[in-house]
């Protein structure tokens, strides 16, 4: 068996220079997010959302970015989940992309907001009937029993919606981050990576920091 220690990669495809990058990070985002679409990521929308209580115990998980412009970056959940009760009480997050295919990663740190009703509307009824009904099936983060315990839900909700029309779950939603600091890293060689930082100063108007690798 291989060492765990002894695993590693050479990040050689691209670097990342000043002279190169946008000067607002939101378009920086999309230049990479352009290339990691037509690079055909499968996921390419997965993220790790970071999230604290409020006497600031951490916790991480796997999301889906649903969308993004300049008020910043949007995900859908369970308000009662673990990561809605954090939210609630500390609402601040981290968001952290890694293409490896592009050797590139960007975390993105700031505040998160729940987004509005319209919004939320507007996805939710754009979701497969499938997924609709299993946001009303699933108390997310909570114990059950046993699979039935959901499997029963969805024949019920099934039920209900085949009778009635569909709603939306009123747990249900999405929340924006909106970016305080983002940062690039393209990988390099010898792990000396490139790293720029973008601090907002105010509205659309970044500081651009290199930091070390």
């Known amino acids: 068996m291989h060492k765990i220690a002894d695993i ?5 495809l691209q670097s990342l220079q000043e002279g190169d990058a946008e000067s607002n990070a939101i378009k920086q985002f999309s230049i990479w997010w352009k290339d990691a679409i037509n690079s055909e990521i499968e996921e390419v929308n997965a993220l790790t959302l970071a999230t ?19 008020n910043g970056f949007v995900f859908f959940t369970n308000y009662e989940s673990n990561k809605g009760k954090e939210l609630a009480g500390n609402p601040q997050g981290c968001m952290v992309f890694f293409w490896k295919e592009l050797e590139r990663q960007i975390r993105i740190d700031g505040s998160i907001e729940k987004i509005t009703a319209a ?4 996805y939710f009824f754009s979701r497969p ?24 839900n969805v024949k019920k909700y099934e039920a209900q919606f085949a009778a009635a029309s569909m709603s939306r779950p ?14 690039f890293w393209q990988g390099r060689p010898s792990r000396l990576h490139d790293r720029l930082l973008y601090t907002l100063v105010k509205d659309e108007e970044w500081k651009i920091e290199r930091l070390a690798p």
């Open 8 to 12: 590693r990669k050479e990040y050689m």
């Open 52 to 70: 604290a209580t409020a006497t600031g115990k951490p916790s991480a998980r796997i999301v889906l970015l649903k969308g993004y412009d300049e």
């Open 119 to 122: 919004e939320n509307d507007d």
């Open 129 to 152: 009937v499938s997924s609709q009904v299993g946001a009303w099936a699933s108390p997310q983060s909570t114990v059950i029993a046993n699979r039935e315990v959901i499997e029963e």
């Open 170 to 183: 009123p747990h249900w939603g999405g929340y924006r981050l909106r970016p305080q600091t983002i940062e």
